[in-house]
């Protein structure tokens, strides 16, 4: 095992070591309204947030968790290693460079992840930042903006992503479990889950998404071609690559090549990061008075946005 893997599964395995230590009470907290979970995220963490300095050059992906289902970390996580690295043309000496620098100052996915001094460490990075983060934007610093970073949104259709959710929510250790789907559906609609609404997260969004350093990207269009999907990430964030390379990193990140590796990488998390990875799975589990509340609510809050017409709902969320 590599030293990056093996720092990676290090840092997992305490995690899953805390949260099996902790009662279901202390595994999430609330921060301006937010749930998120202790084990991952801190308040102290968050009250220094600001202090983050974005880089114009910065990848910033965006998601609300499990849109990209693959994995917590997020599957487009790894592809956008991937689209930079081969863009860049680094060898496997730089390559390894990069990983021990980022290992010595231990800077592990997700914006919001870690100790408060994560952010002084993270300025030390000499190379292009891939940021990630599941945080809402008026929750993100106010330096991403200002740097004009580009940002790549990533949504998903809400009734599969709604699906996935549950059953990460009940396989991951961090996370209080739910007794029911019917029990998780009511916390779903109302926000009471970590890293909140879903619907806020998309209606916050969409106020962003004309911006010209922003681009959203659906997970059912990177289902339907994932290499196109590639090719206009990579074209946005300026990554220079040809036909042939987008495709030898559209197979490394095919959903069967991201399985087959789930169990090496993540350890004992693998299985849980890892689900089916389809589209309309909520099918299996919404009743017809859910799927009428969740219509409902869309047409209320997204079904005249930008937003809301890039996921489809009429195609993706009705039976």
């Not at 995220?41 to 499990?66: G, N, W």
């Not at 996935?164 to 029911?180: A, C, E, I, K, R």
């Amino acid at each position: 095992m590599d030293k990056s893997r093996k720092t990676v599964v290090e840092y997992l395995d305490k995690i899953l070591a805390d949260s099996e230590k902790a009662a279901p009470e202390d595994l999430l907290f609330s921060y301006k309204g937010i749930l998120y979970p202790a084990t991952l995220c801190s308040p102290e963490t968050f009250q220094v947030l600001d202090s983050f300095e974005a880089r114009s050059d910065d990848v910033i992906l965006v998601a609300y968790p499990k849109n990209g289902n693959y994995c917590y970390t997020n599957w487009l996580d790894q592809v956008l290693n991937d689209l930079e690295i081969t863009a860049a043309k680094y060898t496997e000496e730089e390559i390894k460079k990069r990983i021990n620098i980022t290992n010595e100052l231990s800077v592990f996915p997700r914006l919001e992840f870690g100790d408060p001094e994560k952010f002084k460490r993270m300025k030390e990075l000499p190379f292009r930042r891939i940021i990630i983060t599941h945080l809402p934007p008026q929750v993100l610093p106010k330096s991403i903006f200002k740097s004009k970073a580009k940002i790549l949104l990533l949504v998903r259709n809400l009734k599969d992503t709604a699906v996935s959710y549950f059953h990460f929510y009940n396989n991951m250790p961090t996370l209080p479990s739910f007794g029911s789907w019917d029990e998780y559906f009511t916390a779903f609609m109302h926000g009471k889950l970590c890293w909140g609404s879903y619907f806020d997260y998309l209606v916050d969004w969409n106020k962003h998404v004309a911006d010209e350093n922003v681009m959203a990207i659906t997970y059912e269009e990177l289902k339907e071609n994932q290499t196109l999907g590639l090719k206009k990430t990579a074209d946005f964030f300026g990554f220079s690559l040809s036909e042939e390379e987008i495709q030898t990193v559209a197979e490394k990140s095919s959903f069967k090549a991201m399985k087959e590796k789930s169990s090496k990488t993540p350890g004992a998390f693998g299985e849980i990061f890892f689900c089916k990875g389809g589209v309309s799975d909520w099918k299996n589990l919404f009743n017809e008075d859910q799927n009428q509340e969740m219509d409902k609510t869309f047409e209320e809050l997204l079904a005249r946005t930008k937003l809301g017409a890039k996921i489809k709902y009429e195609v993706y969320c009705k039976a």
